[in-house]
């Protein structure tokens, strides 16, 4: 089983902050990576997803690799009440194989 | 537009019951599908995928079985349910280089 780790929190932020995810894996031919969002009783949902090293920004959301230090994570700018969830790090390591962290929860304070 | 639907969405069954939780894609063909279980306190387990109509991948020996009778449609299935068997089902299809998209998901409860 490859593994994925993450810090199951809870990370709590005040809104308006930045909230950072971190996110390691051990398969160094691991080829994409993915942030997935999920609210409680609810199915994950994909928010970002990124191939190359360094950073991938969209909208308050941005998306940092590091390969060489089997290193991923993700920021959340100018957090809002709701985006509090569980951010679910997800690594695929070939067509078929994609494997989830236990997740980080999130609260983002008023 | 895709979409992927799952039924039922919640499902209480007694030990040794058995299961049938079904899963249908629209708007593509000949989708990658996959069963995934997240249990309580746990990240999400792929139990099964599927690369077209009959073919089934097991990931973990377990007492579930899967099916693809049809090119968008994916059965999980199991003939005596056990306690363990407990957690949230979903459903997802694979978008090439987009990840994969998750249906709405059931939660099943074993008592």
């Known amino acids: 089983q490859k593994e994925v780790e993450q810090n199951s929190g809870p990370l709590s932020v005040p809104e308006g902050a930045i909230a950072s995810l971190n996110c390691t894996y051990s398969?160094?031919?691991?080829?994409?990576f993915f942030w997935y969002r999920q609210y409680s009783g609810k199915s994950p949902e994909l928010i970002m997803f990124?191939?190359?090293?360094g950073d991938k920004e969209d909208g308050r959301f941005t998306a940092q690799l590091n390969k060489a230090s089997q290193y991923v994570s993700l920021l959340i700018r100018d957090s809002q009440p709701s985006d509090s969830a569980t951010y679910l790090c997800?690594?695929?390591?070939?067509?078929?194989?994609?494997?989830f962290g236990t997740g980080t929860r999130l609260t983002v304070i008023p | 537009s895709q979409t992927i639907h799952q039924w039922p969405a919640t499902l209480v069954q007694p030990v040794g019951s058995p299961l049938s939780l079904e899963c249908t894609v629209e708007?593509?063909?000949?989708?990658?599908l996959y069963w995934y279980r997240q249990a309580a306190g746990r990240g999400l387990q792929l139990l099964f995928y599927?690369?077209?109509?009959?073919?089934i991948s097991s990931e973990v020996p377990q007492n579930l079985s899967a099916s693809r009778p049809q090119d968008r449609q994916f059965i999980l299935s199991s003939k005596k349910l056990l306690l363990s068997d407990s957690g949230f089902y979903l459903c997802?299809?694979?978008?090439?280089?987009?990840?994969?998209?998750f249906g709405s998901g059931t939660r099943l409860t074993v008592v």
């Open positions: 398969d160094r031919g691991s080829q994409s």
């Open positions: 708007g593509t063909s000949n989708p990658n």
């Open positions: 997800a690594v695929q390591t070939g067509a078929n194989n994609l494997f």
């Open positions: 990124i191939y190359s090293n």
């Open positions: 997802a299809w694979r978008k090439a280089n987009y990840g994969y998209t």
């Open positions: 599927s690369v077209g109509i009959g073919q």
